[in-house]
């Protein structure tokens, strides 16, 4: 349990940087989770202009993740053998149906 006040589900939005966890993420930018749609809730008070990533085991970056109206791209995955992988998940998802492309830096 961390010490200190508790900053409040809205600390958030002051992030410079968000990671969260994935059993997968699409190249949409479409993650799978068990957290029961809370990390879905804390990504929609994240700005746009803020990097999201999620941590990853090799092979669970996938071309398509089945998508729920509540669900929330993130920007970027790190992976042990390609390190970070921006993806570029398009206008419409949020969820959506867009392709993404990669780019390995």
Known sequence: E???????VTAIAGADLVVVPALAVDRRGLRLGRGGGSYDRALARVPATVPTVALLHDGELVGSLPAQPHDRPVRAVVTPASGVIELSPGPDVGPGTSAGRTRVR
């Open 2 to 8: 961390p010490a200190g006040p508790r900053l409040g």
